[in-house]
């Protein structure tokens, strides 16, 4: 590359090891890593949300390779070539060269070309039933590592495939001609991939022969079948549960609906305390709404976030005007035709535009013949997210196993890792490990993430400022580290991402 291209930046010895340094070049953000004598350049921002890199950590993972992890969403790059590690990014960073001389770094202008993958098996096929973030992450994952064969997505939305974390963050936030939850990938990346797309739904699934029957009737088979089909919402078996005006929010159509027809000092009633309910809640509080939560625990999350964190999160709810009743349930949705406010088992009735039900989802996976479920109907899998021989189950549909204990796991980032562990075990790559999951709610502009599997704790140790949403929880089970909490310590939770043994034995 001519040394025109190339540009001045810094000292060497102005780079501290092992941080990140930002630079503009050309009106481009760009990121320098120095990692001992060396020195890496990489693209500014996140290819998921465009994310500021800079504001990411740099660390060796339990491989000792050298890692970046995204302030935001926890997606990681190797630092020599910018190639993803581990989702919730599609893509990796684009890298440039770097030339130390003379004490100087000079960085090209240019981004290096990614090398293309050698192809692989190009006479076997793909079909991943469900287009939701296992189904397309295992697609991407499949033609990145060099997969030639023929590879399906069957959806059964009308939609291609959507980042469904957004439907209780945002899209509830836009009017109604904007109430779309953003695209996973452009369009076009489907036809440049050669992957197909085949819409409907799936009624049953042989895996004995591999063979997958729409509601059409068209069959369909290949060499290789991932079951990504998610989850669906558990409905209200009350009175009044089916009336129109009752909704959950699981699809972008779901999203719509709501959108559409709400309107400035509405009352409503939300359901259940859990994740999608707070959020809900948050973003009809901001348009003007008022909302009223009908919850079973008295503390919003304290199963998974302990008495202090679940108490901050209904406090920062009441401090917004959501009123909390958790000492009375639901017995009834009233209305003729449509739902017009719930009872209560106290007599009370409460008056709604509309009423959201957030009391869970269970696997979509009862078109599934012959394989091994949980006791919710999850199907159980090993580590290569196999089912059975050629058949994997990730994300929402699957149980993994986990201290000796079949385990969903019912999170973006972590259906995701599942879909990629799954592509590679197609392509003979097995024996990848599972990173611990992650996920995060947003309410009322306060982030709060999650790192761990759910498991039980009985002490949880404070750090920070928990009431200013400024603090990191550490969870302990007699002694040990199960999992941690924490809002406003990026650093902390994308070190602990990279390698959770290591932080927990910090702790210990």
Known sequence: MPESDFRDLVAFDELEDGKITTFSVKDKS?????????????????????????????????????????????????????????????????????????????????????????????????????????????????REEGFAGKITLVLDEKYPPYDRTALSKTVLLSTSDKAHAPKLLPQAFYTQHNIEIEYGTVVSFDPENKCVVLEDAKELTADHIII?????????????????????????????????????????????????????????????????????????MEKQFGREVGMQLRQMQEENSVAFISDARVVKIYGEKSAEGVELDDGMRLPSAFVLASVGVKPSTEYVQGLER??????????????????????????????????????????????????????????????TPWFWTQQFGKKLEYL????????????????????????????????????????????AAIDFQCFADDQA
């Open 228 to 300: 990504a089909t998610g989850s669906k919402p558990k409905t209200l078996d009350i009175p009044g549960g089916d009336l129109k005006g009752v909704f959950s929010l699981h699809r972008e159509v779901d999203a719509e609906t709501i959108v559409a027809g709400l309107a400035p000092a509405q009352a409503v009633t939300i359901i259940g305390s859990g994740f999608i309910g707070l959020e809900v809640a948050s973003c009809l509080r901001q348009r003007g709404l008022g909302v009223t939560i009908i919850s079973d625990v008295e503390i919003p």
């Open 452 to 495: 761990g599997w759910g498991e039980s704790f009985n002490a949880v140790n404070l750090e920070g400022d928990i009431r200013a949403f400024n603090f990191l929880a550490t969870y302990m089970n007699d002694g040990k580290v199960v999992g941690i909490a924490a809002s406003g310590y990026p650093q902390a939770m994308a070190k």
């Open 374 to 435: 949980d006791a919710d109907g999850a199907i159980i899998v090993d580590g290569a997210m196999r089912a059975a021989p050629n058949v994997y189950a990730v994300g929402d549909a699957s149980a993994v196993w986990h201290a000796g204990e079949a385990r969903r796991v019912e999170h973006w980032r972590h259906a995701q890792v599942q879909g990629r562990i799954a592509a590679f075990a197609i392509m003979g790559r097995e024996g990848v490990s599972m990173p």
């Open 30 to 142: 760009i990121i320098l890593i120095r990692d001992g004598e060396n020195v890496y350049a990489l693209d500014g921002k996140c290819p998921h949300k465009h994310a500021p890199m800079g504001q990411g950590v740099f660390c060796k993972n339990d491989r000792e390779h050298g890692v970046v992890v995204c302030p935001w969403h926890k997606a990681v790059f190797r630092v020599q070539d910018g190639g993803l590690e581990e989702p919730v990014a599609l893509e990796g960073l684009a890298s440039y060269s770097v030339d130390v001389r003379d004490g100087r770094v000079f960085v090209s202008d240019h981004a290096q070309e990614k090398p293309s993958p050698q192809p692989k098996q190009e006479n076997e096929s793909v079909l991943i039933l469900g287009g939701g973030a296992a189904g397309v992450t295992a697609a991407t994952t499949l």
